[in-house]
């Protein structure tokens, strides 16, 4: 079998990658196991928000967004499992100002609530009398199950293929990848590849570049709610909240256990998760929400040495993206973007070279 280019992968990275190179015209087979509740994004929490501490990252979170509205264009958001809910980082009085100027500074409206506003606004947090909000309004949030389904079939009804098939390896040769081998034996070549396979990537491929995975655990609890809730960020006590349907939110605190294969990242999160995030919302939530847990679940998370994204060339014809860490929503498709135009030969509207996989030496085997 041969494609002009092929992706591999059909995360949330590969879905855009291979979007990218449909919408400008070229032809493009993406591959992927596509195993109900496998892998990094149908597990994520669902949170796309520009609130990032890296003005770059911040650059790539509004370009994402612009590409899910691009995506979604003569369909309702809500038919991608998207929702446009805007985001609050709740934070220390202090620090609101400056960090309201830097999201201002990058072109992005917000504004500043104090404490006594917020606590008007959202009755079932507790706001403790030093804190206020920074809110911008271009924030997304998802049911990430959803979502990429309906971007996979998206992406095929933009004219990519979509494969559904195990790959077993690569085939490496000077130029980059000669052929990609799937599970029966079939033998996929391409003049382009896109190797978007998440916490996969090294064992499928042997790309080696310095990378821990963390198996990550999110939570949806059912809450008691007397107002609304926004998608926040709580940066005092270190946690993060959607609100989904039927008064559930659904997030965590930053918590994870190392593992060394992503097989292992699939299972319940562990009691010390459970009762350290259920702490983190005590302390946020007023004692009458009664935190009901609706269900738990755990995924992969890739984070390179320098906690930075790979994503560039590799060698000769091949490209990756990889090393999202709990940003892939917000990060990947910008940088799947940029990475399809650079293997197009064409100029990506974000400069991604701080990305490059070169910076680790030769990743390819
Ligand atoms: C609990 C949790 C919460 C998170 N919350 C958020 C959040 O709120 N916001 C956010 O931005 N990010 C969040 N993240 C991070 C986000 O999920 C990841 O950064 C992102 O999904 C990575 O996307 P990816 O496309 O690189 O990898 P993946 O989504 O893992 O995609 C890789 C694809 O490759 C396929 N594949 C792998 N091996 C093979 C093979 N041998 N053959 C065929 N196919 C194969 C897999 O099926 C998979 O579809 C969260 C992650 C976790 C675990």
């Not at 990242?265 to 562990?270: E, L, M």
């Not at 992969?300 to 040495?305: A, D, G, Q």
């Amino acid at each position: 079998m041969r494609a002009e280019n092929v992706v591999l992968g059909c995360g949330i990275a590969g879905a855009f990658a291979a979007y990218t190179i449909a919408r400008e015209g070229g032809e493009v087979l993406v591959i992927d196991r596509m195993t109900v509740g496998r892998g990094a994004t149908p597990n994520s929490a669902g949170v796309i928000t520009v609130h990032l501490d890296l003005e770059e990252e911040v650059l790539l979170a509004v370009r994402s967004i612009e590409l899910y509205h691009e995506l979604a264009r003569g369909r309702e958001l809500g038919e991608l499992g998207l929702r446009n809910t805007g985001f609050l980082t709740i934070m220390n009085g202090e620090e609101l100002d400056e960090y309201s100027e830097t999201l201002r500074s990058l072109g992005i409206h917000t504004k500043v609530y104090d404490g006594r506003e917020l606590k008007e606004m959202y009755p079932d947090l507790v706001i403790y009398y030093d804190e206020g909000g920074v809110w911008s309004g271009i924030d997304l949030v998802c049911e990430p199950r959803r979502m990429i389904g309906a971007l996979r079939n998206i992406v095929s009804e933009h004219g990519a293929r979509l494969l559904k098939a195990e790959i077993a390896g690569v085939k490496w040769g000077e130029d980059g990848i000669d052929y990609v081998l799937l599970g029966d034996g079939t033998r996929i070549s391409g003049d382009r590849y896109i190797v978007a396979l998440g916490p996969y990537t090294s064992r499928v491929t042997g790309i080696q570049y310095p990378h821990i995975i963390l198996r990550c655990p999110a939570f949806k609890f059912r809450l008691n709610l007397r107002g609304s809730l926004p998608a926040f960020e709580d940066d005092v006590f270190s946690s993060y909240w959607r609100p989904s349907n039927h008064s559930t939110i659904v997030g965590g605190g930053y918590t994870a256990d190392f593992i060394e294969d992503p097989s292992e990242a699939y299972t319940i999160p562990g009691k010390r998760h459970l009762k350290f995030t259920l702490k983190l919302i005590k302390r946020r939530f007023k004692e009458e929400v009664h935190p009901e847990l609706i269900e738990g679940w755990t995924g992969p998370c890739s984070l390179t040495e320098d906690l930075s994204p790979i994503a560039g060339r590799i060698r000769g014809n091949t490209y990756m993206v990889e090393g999202l860490r709990g940003y892939g929503l917000m990060l990947g498709p910008a940088l799947s973007e940029a990475v399809a135009m650079m293997a197009l030969g064409k100029k990506p509207p974000i400069n991604i070279s701080a990305y490059s996989p070169g910076r680790f030496g030769h990743p390819a085997p």
